[in-house]
């Protein structure tokens, strides 16, 4: 039986002011012309809540570019979707935000690289990015809008990880995601920049427990460990096409985030397909669903159904081969090899990155508040 979708990432648009050196976006950016317009989005949403989806993550790039995000948020909004809003906070000030929670939207969740803004803005690659988060975060909570803090975590920012949950805590944060570089895309691209030593890693984890003791029955805490220092793989995504679906900008159904790094596989479009008809028979949808995909040892393991075989774009970025075993798994035969990886870029003395859709320069490139 194949289980209905809980959530849907809506990727409203793949323009960004930020340049973060992690991003989840493709290496080949969708252009605007492409993108689906509000009618089609709405469509979507339509067809997602009659499915049984109950959550849309309106999210890019930054959704704040699009003129028209207000109408999106009401139309997710009549659907009957909880709507959140994933933001650099950079295109969208206090009086829109209004405008959006007017429209329906119910949470908000605000990207800080660092503490110090001349570090986070490096990170970011936007001169004056912190200040308009902290500025974003500060009438979330003056608005009793519920908000949630990201913070990626890499080898520029591991140290800092305690204060950082604090700072979250100090804004007035529901939650806070603690997420550790996931190594895909551009992540991959600056993977001997970002990646911090086991280490690290290790101290950073242990402090999780500790904060989440602190600020039980205030703020939840989730944690992502980065799969280059797992020994057992995470069911990625809950499982290929078992919780979430994410549309691209121009309309691509895809299974996660990063399937499109997978070469062979042919993604459905909202504008030709409906979307329980891409989740139930696309090609995409069907590839790596359930275990009878697997290779061993995952075909035999007695975890399958537990990680159903982790995450297969990270098993073709370091096999070359999207079916084989998770190297995240120390039954992997590539485990170790992943490991190697992980402590020849820690050791790395890179520090300059390669920000997402430009060169290692630093520059703003502003995006106007409507």
């Not at 207000?70 to 950079?90: C, F, K, P, R």
């Not at 986070?120 to 949630?148: E, F, N, Q, V």
């Not at 995601?177 to 920049?193: C, D, P, S, T």
């Not at 900008?249 to 030709?272: D, K, M």
Request: glycine share 6%; charged share 20%.
């Amino acid at each position: 039986m194949i289980p209905r979708p809980l959530g849907l990432l809506a990727e409203l648009t793949h323009r960004c002011p930020l340049g973060c050196p992690y991003c989840s976006n493709p290496l080949a950016l969708e252009q605007p012309a492409t993108e689906l317009d509000a009618a089609t989005w709405a469509e979507v949403f339509r067809q997602a809540a009659a499915m049984g989806v109950l959550q849309v993550h309106l999210s890019g790039g930054e959704p704040g570019a699009r003129r028209d995000l207000e109408d999106i948020t009401d139309s997710a909004s009549q659907a009957g979707l909880y709507t959140n809003l994933i933001t650099s906070a950079v295109g969208v000030d206090r009086q829109r935000l209004q405008r959006l929670q007017a429209r329906g939207l119910d949470h908000i969740q605000i990207s800080f690289q660092d503490l110090a803004e001349s570090s986070a803005d490096h990170i970011a690659g936007y001169r004056g990015a912190h200040a308009r988060k902290l500025a974003l975060a500060a009438s979330a909570a003056a608005m009793d809008l519920p908000l949630t803090i990201n913070i990626v975590i890499h080898r520029a920012n591991i140290e800092r990880l305690e204060p950082l949950v604090d700072f979250a805590a100090d804004l007035g944060a529901g939650r806070v995601e603690v997420a550790h570089a996931q190594y895909y895309g551009w992540a991959l691209q600056n993977r001997a920049a970002l990646m911090p030593t086991r280490d690290q890693v290790d101290r950073a984890v242990c402090l999780i427990p500790r904060l989440r003791e602190r600020y039980a029955g205030r703020m939840a805490i989730d944690s992502v460990v980065p799969d280059y220092y797992e020994t057992r793989p995470k069911p990625c995504m809950g499982g290929w096409a078992r919780q979430t679906l994410n549309v691209t900008p121009s309309g691509l159904v895809l299974p996660c985030h990063a399937a499109q790094t997978i070469p062979g596989l042919t993604f459905w479009s909202v504008r030709e397909h409906n979307l329980a008809e891409i989740w139930t028979a696309s090609p995409a949808f069907t590839a790596f669903r359930g275990t009878d995909w697997m290779q061993e040892p995952c075909r035999s393991c007695a975890f399958r159904q537990e990680d159903f075989g982790g995450c297969r774009c990270q098993a073709l970025a370091v096999t070359g081969d999207a079916a084989a075993a998770d190297p995240s798994c120390e039954l992997s035969p590539t485990h170790a090899e992943l490991r190697a990886m992980a402590e020849k870029a820690a050791a790395s003395a890179e520090s300059a990155y390669t920000y997402r859709g430009r060169n290692r320069q630093s520059r703003a490139i502003p995006i106007p508040v409507r």
